[in-house]
C-alpha cells in the first residue's frame, strides 16, 4: 500500500458517515454534497452537538471504495455564571475558566 495516499472527497462522491461515542451513535449522515473529509467531520459534529469523551468518527466514501476511521476526544466547557454572584462574608467568587 502507498504510504502517500489520502483518502480524498471530491464533490458528487456518496459518502456515508457516523460518530459513535460510547458504543452510541450520536450522528450519521448519507450524501453527495461534502468537498473534504473536514466536511463531513464538521457536518457530523454539528450534528452530534456537545458529547463527552473518545468518539470514533467513521467515513466511508462508496463511490471510490475506501474507509476511514478517526478518534476524536472531546470535553465540556465549563458552565459560566449568567451574571456574577455578590460574594457574602465568608463567602468565595466564582471564577468562570475560559476556554
Known amino acids: 500500500m502507498n504510504k502517500n495516499f489520502i483518502n480524498i ?14 458504543g452510541r451513535r450520536l450522528a450519521s449522515v448519507n450524501g453527495s454534497n461534502f ?7 464538521r457536518a457530523l ?7 463527552v469523551g473518545m468518539a470514533v468518527l467513521t467515513v466511508r466514501n462508496c463511490t471510490q471504495g475506501w ?4 478518534a476524536l476526544a472531546t470535553m465540556r466547557r ?14 468565595q467568587y466564582l471564577i468562570p475558566w475560559a476556554c
Open 9 to 22: 472527497v471530491n464533490l458528487g462522491d456518496r459518502i456515508c458517515a457516523t460518530l459513535d461515542c460510547n
Open 35 to 41: 468537498d473534504s473529509q473536514d466536511a463531513v467531520k
Open 45 to 51: 459534529l454539528d450534528l452530534a452537538g456537545r458529547y
Open 67 to 70: 474507509r476511514s476511521v478517526t
Open 78 to 91: 465549563p458552565v459560566l455564571a449568567t451574571q456574577p454572584a455578590t460574594p457574602r462574608v465568608g463567602a
